[in-house]
């Protein structure tokens, strides 16, 4: 395995300031591409061919169309005087396929400061199978001498090619691995490009999912913590996960049992860091955020099919937790007992859900230790989302039956003590059991 650490952009950096130098003295040696839009209020940008022809090397002819190869390779990027930063990208497939790039990660920091965030992409426009797109929400910096570390690039999920995942798991966006070091220059107002190819972490297989845990009745309901996870294998060995980057979507929802998902307007972005060190937690027990599934398995109580799913993996990220509730609690048992009718209500609350969806979860960075030594590096994995119900068999069905089992003890309770009373109020004539002699005496009730 290549080492890939921070001696390796050290070097990148180093090589950065010759070739500026150079550039500055010499005016030459590295590739320039102009990527530039029109003064017009709606901007006009230039065409792919137009850019990548500033290049003398450039030839269309070394870019044909490649019939089932369905990859997304980056051949260059370019700054834009507006700040903005353009990728040329060499789509094999052409128009057979049409799979447009949906976004890409980008560290534009290096060593132990390596940060990927992942970028929409707008297509500009395209030829053949070259194509233009601008990175949105990127703004170049105003560095000499700036850094754009590019692990992958993603595409739109196509189960035709890229087939379906078990375990009831959804993928939104397939990454593809790009693992280029570029470093732009700017010398006497023009900036000069040069890259290196880095090691990048290919994930070979993973499963979004979540396990859940119990925290009891309470007063407002029936509490539960979801603890989310991403189950992996990946092209690398490794001894010890030391750091991870994540990203993830969550909304909340609410749901009534029978009816569909009710979801919030708001799904909220998430970038988050984990470490060996940091622990998940619900109010009964707590598991590593990073560790092997070895290690997990001897954490938590995890058997039978659960077990079985989880063994197809070499390690297990838990980076985040949730709150899942049943509506039903001790108030309900109140509002039963006190209130005509309450009972209706309480069964309503007992088969009334709300949770949080976790989905498009995607890792993009990992440090880990190897024979010794340290590496940190961009990560190839999809964007992904797991099934709606917990992987341990789910303690909310458990407690779902044990709630309506309440609440029809307590309707039954309800259902005789209102009998009762009106046969109370009529008059009725009731015969009650008695230990007397007689064995049977009759009271007006």
Same mark, same amino acid.
């Given at each position: 395995?290549?080492?890939?650490n921070?001696?390796?952009?050290?070097?990148?950096?180093?090589?950065?300031?010759?070739?500026?130098?150079?550039?500055?003295?010499?005016?030459?040696?590295?590739?320039?591409?102009?990527?530039?839009?029109?003064?017009?209020?709606?901007?006009?940008?230039?065409?792919? @061919?137009?850019?990548? *022809? #500033?290049?003398?090397?450039?030839? +269309?002819? !070394?870019?044909? =169309?490649? /019939?089932?190869?369905?990859?997304?390779?980056?051949?260059?990027?370019?700054?834009?005087?507006?700040?903005?930063?353009?990728?040329?990208?060499?789509?094999?497939?052409g128009?057979?396929?049409?799979?447009?790039?949906?976004?890409?990660?980008?560290?534009?920091?290096?060593?132990?400061?390596?940060?990927?965030?992942?970028?929409?992409?707008?297509? @500009?426009?395209?030829? *053949? #199978?070259?194509?233009?797109?601008? +990175?949105? !929400?990127?703004? =170049?910096? /105003?560095?000499?001498?700036?850094?754009?570390?590019?692990?992958?690039?993603?595409?739109?999920?196509?189960?035709?090619?890229?087939?379906?995942?078990?375990?009831?798991?959804?993928?939104?966006?397939?990454?593809?691995?790009?693992?280029?070091?570029?470093?732009?220059?700017?010398?006497?107002?023009e900036?000069?490009?040069?890259?290196?190819?880095?090691?990048?972490?290919?994930? #070979?297989?993973?499963m979004?999912?979540f396990?859940?845990?119990?925290?009891?009745?309470?007063?407002?309901?029936?509490?539960?913590?979801?603890?989310?996870?991403?189950?992996?294998?990946?092209?690398?060995?490794?001894?010890?996960?030391?750091?991870?980057?994540?990203?993830?979507?969550?909304?909340s929802?609410s749901?009534?049992?029978?009816?569909?998902?009710?979801?919030?307007?708001?799904?909220?972005?998430?970038?988050?860091?984990?470490?060996?060190?940091?622990?998940?937690?619900?109010?009964?027990?707590?598991?590593?955020?990073?560790?092997?599934?070895?290690?997990?398995?001897?954490?938590?109580?995890?058997?039978?099919?659960?077990?079985?799913?989880?063994?197809?993996?070499?390690?297990?990220?838990?980076?985040?937790?949730?709150?899942?509730?049943?509506?039903?609690?001790?108030?309900?048992?109140?509002?039963?007992?006190?209130?005509?009718?309450?009972?209706?209500?309480?069964?309503?609350?007992?088969?009334?859900t709300?949770?949080?969806?976790?989905?498009?979860?995607?890792?993009?960075?990992?440090?880990?230790?190897?024979?010794?030594?340290?590496?940190?590096?961009?990560?190839?994995?999809?964007?992904?989302a797991?099934?709606?119900?917990?992987t341990?068999?789910?303690?909310?069905?458990?407690?779902?039956?044990?709630?309506?089992?309440?609440?029809?003890?307590?309707?039954?309770?309800?259902?005789?003590?209102?009998?009762?009373?009106?046969?109370?109020?009529?008059?009725?004539?009731?015969?009650?059991?008695?230990?007397?002699?007689?064995?049977?005496?009759?009271?007006?009730?």
């Amino acid at each position: 395995m290549q080492k890939a650490n921070k001696f390796t952009y050290t070097i990148a950096a180093l090589f950065a300031a010759v070739v500026f130098i150079i550039s500055s003295l010499w005016g030459g040696g590295a590739t320039v591409v102009h990527a530039a839009i029109s003064s017009n209020s709606v901007a006009r940008y230039t065409n792919v @061919l137009d850019d990548l *022809g #500033t290049d003398e090397s450039f030839n +269309v002819a !070394d870019y044909p =169309v490649i /019939s089932g190869d369905y990859s997304i390779q980056l051949k260059q990027i370019a700054e834009s005087k507006n700040g903005e930063l353009f990728l040329y990208v060499y789509h094999p497939c052409g128009q057979t396929k049409r799979f447009i790039a949906t976004s890409v990660n980008i560290s534009t920091a290096i060593n132990d400061s390596l940060h990927y965030d992942n970028y929409g992409l707008t297509l @500009l426009n395209s030829s *053949g #199978t070259l194509y233009k797109y601008k +990175v949105n !929400d990127f703004k =170049v910096k /105003s560095d000499v001498v700036r850094y754009y570390d590019i692990s992958s690039i993603y595409r739109k999920w196509d189960m035709t090619v890229d087939g379906k995942l078990p375990n009831d798991n959804t993928a939104s966006e397939k990454a593809l691995s790009v693992g280029q070091f570029w470093t732009a220059s700017t010398s006497s107002g023009e900036v000069s490009y040069t890259m290196e190819e880095v090691e990048v972490i290919t994930v #070979t297989s993973q499963m979004v999912g979540f396990r859940r845990y119990s925290d009891g009745f309470q007063w407002s309901g029936i509490k539960n913590c979801d603890a989310h996870y991403l189950a992996f294998s990946c092209d690398h060995d490794i001894d010890k996960l030391l750091s991870a980057d994540l990203q993830f979507y969550t909304q909340s929802y609410s749901k009534l049992e029978g009816q569909d998902l009710k979801l919030s307007d708001d799904k909220e972005k998430h970038s988050i860091t984990v470490h060996d060190y940091d622990k998940g937690a619900s109010s009964k027990e707590k598991w590593s955020r990073m560790a092997s599934m070895n290690e997990f398995f001897n954490e938590v109580e995890i058997s039978g099919e659960e077990k079985q799913t989880l063994s197809k993996y070499d390690w297990i990220l838990n980076f985040y937790e949730t709150e899942y509730e049943r509506d039903f609690g001790g108030k309900d048992i109140v509002i039963t007992l006190l209130v005509p009718g309450g009972f209706i209500w309480s069964i309503v609350n007992a088969c009334t859900t709300s949770g949080t969806i976790v989905s498009d979860v995607t890792l993009m960075r990992l440090e880990f230790e190897y024979s010794g030594k340290i590496y940190n590096m961009g990560v190839v994995s999809d964007k992904q989302a797991g099934s709606l119900n917990p992987t341990n068999g789910g303690n909310g069905n458990k407690t779902l039956s044990l709630i309506l089992g309440c609440v029809l003890v307590v309707v039954l309770v309800v259902v005789l003590f209102a009998l009762f009373s009106k046969a109370k109020r009529g008059g009725n004539v009731v015969n009650i059991y008695s230990n007397d002699s007689d064995k049977y005496r009759k009271k007006k009730e």
